[in-house]
């Protein structure tokens, strides 16, 4: 078990540049989660995957956003003309689900400065 | 909607000294709910979480939580912090599971000598 890892840790861009994060989550883990998180406020939903299967998108998540899981295992998440209000650590999670006992593990974080 | 509130944006406890850190939740059902710790640089770590049965869990690190329904609270409690407790700890309540949590916005702990 290596956890979920998250590249890059850090990105800085310019506004108006695309960006790409990737997420791995831990082996077998069947569901992947993005969230996003701005200094002083917890995370907030963005959308979640079941194997291959985008389920839910948050509507944090404009037309300029999109995730893909291709293969049911590492995750992109992919930003469009990028504006200051991205700035953001954005956070990757997964989980298996077994009942009450589903555990979600989330990574460190890809801390995005647009500038 | 679901939504928390940690009151406590900051609290200083001594070493040594107990902890309660304060969460409200307003949701329309039976709520999942969970506590998170996140240090600098690392992850959100699962404290513990609470889906049905006994109104007092215990979780890791030697934290417990309580719920209260009469209250829509969920404040957790340590007998004894330690330096390392020093973090940002979040409140979350989810519909279904860990699908689509909502967070507080933190409470910051700091721990003085």
């Known amino acids: 078990d290596t956890g979920v890892s998250q590249d890059p840790r850090h990105k800085i861009t310019k506004r108006g540049q695309n960006v790409t994060f990737r997420c791995d989550p831990i082996?077998?883990?069947?569901?992947l989660y993005w969230y996003r998180q701005t200094l002083g406020q917890g995370p907030e939903f963005l959308t979640y995957f079941q194997n291959e299967a985008q389920l839910e998108k948050s509507r944090l998540l404009s037309d300029r956003f999109s995730a893909e899981r291709p293969k049911g295992s590492f995750s992109t998440l992919e930003i469009q003309r990028t504006e200051q209000g991205d700035s953001a650590m954005y956070l990757c999670a997964s989980s298996e689900r077994r009942g009450t006992n589903e555990k979600l593990f989330f990574g460190s974080g890809t801390q995005l400065s647009v500038l | 909607a679901q939504s928390v509130t940690q009151p406590d944006i900051h609290i200083t406890v001594s070493e040594g000294a107990s902890l309660e850190l304060r969460c409200n939740y307003s949701?329309?059902?039976?709520?999942?709910l969970f506590w998170y710790v996140q240090s600098p640089g690392q992850g959100l770590q699962l404290l513990l979480k609470?889906?049905?049965?006994?109104?007092l869990v215990q979780g890791i690190k030697g934290f417990e939580a309580e719920f209260k329904r009469s209250q829509s609270s969920f404040n957790l409690r340590k007998p004894s912090v330690h330096w390392s407790d020093a973090a940002e700890y979040f409140c979350?309540?989810?519909?279904?599971?860990?699908?689509?949590?909502?967070f507080g916005t933190g409470t910051r702990l700091l721990v003085s000598p």
């Open positions: 949701y329309g059902a039976t709520p999942y």
């Open positions: 082996s077998e883990h069947n569901r």
């Open positions: 609470y889906f049905s049965g006994d109104t």
């Open positions: 979350a309540v989810g519909a279904s599971g860990f699908q689509k949590l909502v």
